[in-house]
């Protein structure tokens, strides 16, 4: 039940006091053992200040059962002493260790100091007579620990506690009036003197007490409880030595717990930071792979710069053969308004004046054509100097050079072009065919025949030589990656509009031809590398290197290099991406070589069938006779 109130702040106060005796005897040095015996050897609890004739119920228990169950009533000195005997302990042979109390006080009333009678403020606030303050004490001789906790207190109540009148402690009540502690430990037992009690003092209150009275001078409800130790109730217990090693080596036990799991941490840290390490050294290796495999290599760079240009050059070469194979086809059969279309008559004359205007030196064949080349006496410049013969001198024509001026599509006759048709025309056509008469085709068809057979075999004949000038013919104009405009639309210089705005001016958009790019570097190589000048670079691989000069840079020059070595000493990646770029080249020169051997294997089969033509004319012969002469007897 709730505690008295009163208009002013009610003090509500309970002490308990605690006193526990040691578990074993104490030796000292020179002493002989003596057991600690207070009170006459029993445990109890005292109320004190409590109103007189209050009734209290109360309960002494054990993990085995209720070991006393009592009632009895508060003394007219407000006083009530609850004694239990050793024996009673000794009745459940202390092994269940913790004893409990419990009392039930009917109207806890404060007796006011100097045992004033409450008055008016007392009967304003009557306690519930339902009501009653439950207090329940867990005492553990072993340990020397009490549980403590009292139902039945105001809220928030306020609790002071005291122990072998050391310095006071602030406790409070909750909200519903109960209060609950531990108070007192095992470390007690090893350091207080064996000749004194543990006591233990709480005091409950509405509002706080002067520090300077003691506990039991208050005026209000105190608890006073005697709890006696194993040693004194016969039980096992601990003694000196006991007292003064069990506790280090508990505390100790409990430091290196602590510490272990400390250690523990330290482990786990030290697996997250291997781990951690780990993670990083992989992603550094990763990455410094990653720098390695994919970092490009300026060697690599540079073969991928050469050939941008290759591919524009290879299809001019396809371009080049063809037309220079539809002029020498349409030569051998007479096409109209080629030079051969007339005949002999027409086409030697032709070819004569022709040698005589380029080609005709007069000191050749001792000097026995000067009449005819007095035209080129005084032909000196260099030009003409360097054009005599070159009809017939492949080596100085062809062979030599890396690329030809030659570009038989933009319809502008150059002086190489002139050359490899004029040579063309000895080697493979030296003379034409008279035109037949008309009506002579109608009679016999044979001359025609062998004279388109003759021109299938010079076509085979001529292929090798085309191809090679074709390959020898200068690249092609890059073909721009942007559309060449005006920007304002181009007006004459010097006019403008009515209005007298500004006058317009041609601007026209720069172009960039990205197939040039590939011979240029070529041409840049050669000048920081080998040390040639522009001039001698133009007159090695022309000014347009054909794709012949270009594929000579490829297999050849390039290796020529010093440097191509030195850039070999680079990351294996790199160089297997070199060895791959070495092998694309390889297969470039391979597929030329191939397609050489076709021509040879057709030039071949040619010289074979013109080697055998006569046999097989007169076997064809003989049996035309034979069937003739058989379709005669019949």
């Given at each position: 039940m709730h505690l008295v109130k009163s208009a002013k702040p009610v003090f509500i106060v309970i002490a308990i006091v605690l006193t526990l005796a040691m578990l074993f005897g104490v030796l000292t040095l020179g002493k002989t053992g003596n057991i600690f015996k207070p009170h006459n050897n029993v445990a109890k609890v005292t109320l004190r200040n409590f109103t007189p004739g209050a009734q209290v119920d109360y309960r002494i228990l054990s993990s085995a059962g209720v070991i006393a169950e009592e009632q009895t009533q508060v003394d007219k000195q407000g006083t009530l002493s609850l004694p239990i005997d050793k024996n009673v302990f000794a009745k459940n042979k202390g092994k269940e260790g913790i004893i409990k109390y419990e009392l039930n006080v009917e109207k806890p009333e404060i007796l006011q100091k100097g045992k004033q009678k409450a008055t008016a403020l007392e009967e304003s606030s009557k306690p519930d007579p339902a009501e009653l303050l439950n207090l329940m004490l867990a005492l553990n001789p072993r340990d020397g620990e009490i549980d403590v906790s009292i139902k039945g207190l105001g809220e928030f109540t306020s609790v002071i506690s005291k122990k072998n009148n050391q310095e006071q402690q602030q406790l409070s009540a909750d909200w519903g009036g109960i209060f609950k502690t531990t108070l007192g430990d095992s470390k007690d037992q090893g350091q207080i003197n064996p000749d004194e009690y543990n006591k233990l003092q709480l005091v409950f209150q509405g509002a706080g007490i002067q520090s300077d009275l003691p506990l039991d001078s208050t005026g209000m409800p105190l608890v006073e409880v005697f709890a006696l130790t194993g040693a004194i109730l016969g039980i096992a217990g601990r003694d000196k030595q006991t007292a003064q090693w069990g506790s280090p080596f508990s505390m100790m036990t409990e430091e290196f717990s602590a510490v272990m799991v400390q250690q523990t941490t330290m482990i786990g840290m030290f697996i997250d930071a291997s781990v951690q390490l780990e993670t990083q050294r992989k992603l550094q290796e990763l990455q410094a792979r990653a720098h390695k495999d994919y970092h490009p290599s300026e060697q690599m760079c540079r073969i991928g710069s050469y050939v941008r240009s290759v591919a524009l050059a290879e299809s001019k070469v396809e371009l080049e053969k063809t037309a220079l194979n539809k002029y020498l086809i349409n030569q051998y059969m007479g096409v109209v308004h080629s030079s051969t279309a007339g005949g002999p008559d027409v086409y030697e004359p032709l070819k004569i004046q022709n040698y005589i205007d380029d080609?005709?030196?007069?000191?050749?064949?001792?000097?026995?054509?000067?009449?005819?080349?007095?035209?080129?006496?005084?032909?000196?410049?260099?030009?003409?100097?360097?054009?005599?013969?070159?009809?017939?001198?492949?080596?100085?024509?062809?062979?030599?050079?890396?690329?030809?001026?030659?570009?038989?599509?933009?319809?502008?006759?150059?002086?190489?072009?002139?050359?490899?048709?004029?040579?063309?025309?000895?080697?493979?056509?030296?003379?034409?065919?008279?035109?037949?008469?008309?009506?002579?085709?109608?009679?016999?068809?044979?001359?025609?025949?062998?004279?388109?057979?003759?021109?299938?075999?010079?076509?085979?004949?001529?292929?090798?030589?085309?191809?090679?000038?074709?390959?020898?013919?200068?690249?092609?104009?890059?073909?721009?990656?942007?559309?060449?405009?005006?920007?304002?639309?181009?007006?004459?210089?010097?006019?403008?509009?009515?209005?007298?705005?500004?006058?317009?001016?041609?601007?026209?958009?720069?172009?960039?031809?990205?197939?040039?790019?590939?011979?240029?570097?070529?041409?840049?190589?050669?000048?920081?590398?080998?040390?040639?000048?522009?001039?001698?670079?133009?007159?090695?691989?022309?000014?347009?290197?054909?794709y012949y000069a270009q594929m000579e840079v490829l297999t050849k020059k390039i290796y020529q290099n010093p440097n191509f070595y030195v850039n070999l000493y680079d990351k294996p990646t790199n160089v297997k991406r070199i060895g791959a770029a070495m092998d694309a080249i390889l297969l470039m020169n391979q597929r030329d070589r191939f397609e050489s051997l076709l021509r040879r294997e057709m030039l071949t089969a040619t010289l074979i069938e013109n080697t055998l033509y006569d046999k097989v004319s007169e076997i064809n012969s003989g049996l035309l006779e034979e069937m003739q002469r058989s379709q005669i007897r019949q």
């Open positions: 080609y005709c030196h007069t000191v050749d064949n001792g000097s026995a054509i000067e009449a005819i080349c007095d035209a080129v006496i005084g032909g000196t410049t260099a030009a003409t100097l360097e054009r005599i013969n070159k009809d017939i001198d492949y080596t100085r024509a062809v062979e030599t050079r890396l690329t030809l001026d030659i570009n038989f599509t933009d319809g502008i006759l150059e002086n190489d072009e002139e050359d490899v048709l004029a040579m063309a025309r000895y080697l493979y056509f030296p003379t034409t065919f008279n035109a037949p008469k008309p009506g002579a085709l109608t009679k016999d068809l044979r001359p025609h025949y062998e004279s388109r057979s003759f021109a299938a075999q010079m076509g085979v004949a001529h292929n090798s030589f085309i191809n090679i000038i074709g390959m020898k013919a200068s690249a092609p104009e890059g073909q721009p990656t942007t559309t060449t405009g005006v920007a304002p639309p181009a007006a004459p210089f010097g006019t403008g509009p009515a209005n007298n705005t500004p006058f317009l001016t041609t601007r026209p958009v720069p172009t960039v031809y990205a197939e040039d790019s590939g011979w240029a570097y070529m041409k840049a190589m050669l000048r920081d590398e080998f040390g040639l000048a522009t001039v001698d670079i133009d007159k090695i691989l022309g000014e347009r290197p054909s």
